[in-house]
């Protein structure tokens, strides 16, 4: 039986490419990835931080904790200036609070309050280690406490400091030999105060106890005394450095 045209036209076209439906390529999903994973993969990301904003409290300056500061040392500066507007408080918070403290806490308490500024409580602190047993007189916390005065424009509270290092200095007769750099840093900061009648004393001290100036430290209080207008002063220092640099420096103290 023949088959019609008509049909064989037909069934050619449906098998022709060119009729075939295209085939429609698509990617492959991406895996989906769990949270975890993606703060696995970044254990801080930028997004992930929050920042804490405080307002303003004061002008206080924040309190540096670390090897030089203890839990001890921060509760009792905190103590101190909450109570600071109250002089019987503070009396109370020093025989307290800072009678505790080992001699490494109540010396960094004192470098805090100098650091701070806060020269009324760092006097307090002062007197309270300089009643303690294992004081011993030390030219280097007086440098500080005098830079912290002069800082702060206390002047006045300068010479009576002064005049309690003299009667510690009687009576273990001056300043003896040892290491230079407490008098050296107690003599910059006066002579960065203004006090030359200071500086002479503590150079009446040193040749008390035998403790010879070295070429820097002769120069440096002759140039501080004469740059203060204490020409006299610093003829009679000027004296010594050449018998020292002769090698025959007396330590009978001059006749200032």
Known sequence: MAVPAAAV?????????????PTVLRRPAPPRLHSCSLLH?????????????SGPRD?????????????????????????????????????????RLIKADLLAALGE???????????????AARREEWYRNDCGLYADMVSALARSGIDSEIAPLMAELMKELEKIGGIVEGDLRGPARLVKALL???KGEAVKDVYMMMKR???????????????GLRGLGKEDMASEVEKDFELWVHGSFGMEPLPF
């Open 41 to 53: 993969r970044n254990a801080n990301p930028s997004y992930l931080a929050s920042t804490t904003v």
């Open 192 to 194: 960065a105060a203004g």
């Open 59 to 99: 002008n206080r300056q924040p309190i540096r904790r670390g090897r030089t500061l203890s839990s001890e040392a921060i509760l009792a500066v905190q103590a101190l200036k909450r109570s600071r507007r109250d002089d019987m408080a503070v009396d109370r918070v020093v025989s307290t609070s800072v009678a």
């Open 9 to 21: 036209a037909a069934a050619a076209a449906l098998a022709s490419p060119m009729t075939l439906e």
């Open 113 to 127: 309050l100098l650091r701070q500024n806060q020269w009324r409580l760092a006097l307090k602190v002062f007197d």
């Open 209 to 223: 106890g035998s403790c010879q100036p070295n070429e820097f430290l002769f120069k440096f209080i002759i140039k």
